[in-house]
């Protein structure tokens, strides 16, 4: 059965006098007094089947601390790996057992297991710890939006169908070694010669004539493809099994670049962002469009962040949701969790209109500030300017969780990783602004 830790502290826990080291030693205290989000971590770490590793196995609290450790400094798993060997501090505040640090596999299949919901409800302890200890009240907020990026390169038609015809040519070398006997031809040079071209050909009819041939040739792989499917042996055992779960995953994607290109390129039908896909590895990802600046790729998250700096709430979006959408429902969410609507709130000017505001007010928000006024009378919002003025400059924090946190790029891959992700930066973000405002700390 799995252990949910390893030793208790001691006074053979190492920290180092440095800054880092004291922050480290404060969330470590945090996490000793609040064990009883073990428990969630360890229903996923069973949920996913995930073994004990070693002679003893990693601990359950070994995992979350090395979990929160990875986003708190920013590090690969393989730089992880290595600073649990190196550092005391680190190994200190991850409790390993003595004389065993864990390899990367190890770390990235423990961690990978912990789910965004998990994460979630380890925050919402965070923020009742905080509310017990007078450092966030949630009386005054700040509701802001921003935009995860997903792990993908720049898409556009051509990089699509060329990333089809490689993945298609991978699965049908896999076949062969399963024993499948069908005839087929290696097309890989022939579509990277056409994406090439279409990527420095400067005129629509030429770059139309190379779409064609790239088109033919995605579509003949897919055919091979299909053949493969259908005359794959039966005794291929479990390999073949994840052939064809993974042919069934890529076929409907394929299908769906070759049909967009078709109807953008051939056709010149503007399409939807909504009905694009912009990864055949990352399906899930959206379009994002903030204003009038540089498109993006991922997700938006809309986030409510306290006096305090705390994040006191975050939801990741489907689509593309305008701000003045999601004000509503994120201050919902928030008198949700606190039982009673904040005294004081800001928003950016996308959240800003006359709706929101009656909303707001109804809700029992007595001042509410949007950043652009947008039309709106500053005497209809708060009740006098140095109020608006204070208001308007309480910040959100974002900058420092893209910066430093990591909130700015998603290095995991699927949308549920993704997720957990994206609360994995705030959980860590939240529990080292939580270590810096209790005393013990300052003192």
């Known amino acids: 059965m799995r252990q949910e ?3 208790q502290s001691s006074i053979f826990d190492l920290f180092a006098g440095h800054e880092i080291g004291r922050e480290l030693k404060a969330m470590s205290q945090w996490l000793d007094e609040h064990g009883e989000v073990l428990s969630r971590v360890t229903e996923d770490l069973r949920r996913q089947g995930v073994k004990e590793t070693g002679r003893e196995g990693l601990p359950v609290e070994a995992v979350l601390r090395c979990a929160l450790l990875k986003q708190h400094r920013q590090l690969s798993y393989q730089e992880l790996a290595f600073h649990l060997e190196d550092s005391a501090s680190f190994r200190a505040f991850a409790r390993l057992p003595w004389g065993w640090s864990p390899k990367k596999s190890v770390l990235h299949k423990t961690i990978s297991a912990i789910r965004a919901q998990t994460f979630e409800e380890i925050n919402r302890v965070l923020l009742a710890s905080a509310l017990q200890e007078m450092l966030e009240s949630g009386k005054v907020v700040r509701v802001d939006s921003t935009v995860t990026a997903a792990l993908i390169h720049e898409p556009s038609d051509s990089s699509l169908l060329w990333d089809a015809v490689r993945v298609m040519v991978r699965l049908l070398q896999q076949a062969d070694g399963l024993g499948s ?3 087929w031809h290696d097309h890989c040079r022939a579509a990277k010669k056409r994406a090439r071209a279409i990527e420095y050909t400067r005129g629509r009819p030429k770059r139309v004539k190379h779409y064609r041939e790239l088109l033919k040739i995605t579509r003949t792989t897919l055919s091979y493809l299909q053949q493969a499917s259908e005359q794959l042996p039966l005794t291929a055992g479990p390999a073949g099994e994840l052939w064809q779960t993974q042919f069934r995953h890529y076929k409907p994607l394929i299908e769906r670049i070759i049909a967009q290109t078709e109807r953008r390129v051939l056709a010149g039908e503007p399409v939807p962002a909504g009905e694009k ?5 990352e399906p899930h990802a959206d379009i994002i469009v903030k204003g009038s600046r540089d498109v993006d790729y991922g997700h938006k998250l809309n986030l409510t962040t306290g006096r305090s700096g705390l994040v006191l709430d975050l939801v990741v979006e489907t689509g593309n949701p305008a701000d ?4 509503l429902p994120m201050l919902e969410r928030h008198i949700a969790f606190y039982g009673q609507a904040p005294r004081q709130a800001a928003a950016d000017g996308g959240y800003a209109s006359r709706d929101n505001l009656s909303g707001a007010k109804a809700c029992g928000i007595r001042d509410m500030a949007f950043h652009k006024k947008c ?8 009740k006098s300017r140095w109020v608006y003025r204070k208001l308007r400059n309480f910040r959100a924090g974002i900058s420092c969780l893209k910066r430093a946190y990591g909130l700015g790029r998603c290095t995991w891959r699927g949308l549920d990783h993704f997720k957990a992700y994206v609360w994995s930066s705030v959980v860590a973000y939240n529990l080292a602004l939580l270590a810096r405002l209790r005393p013990t700390l300052r003192s």
């Open 5 to 7: 830790r390893t030793v």
């Open 181 to 183: 006997t069908i005839p």
């Open 277 to 281: 896909l912009v990864s055949l590895f």
């Open 324 to 327: 003045s959408e999601r004000l």
């Open 375 to 382: 039309g709106l009378k500053i005497e209809d919002m708060v």
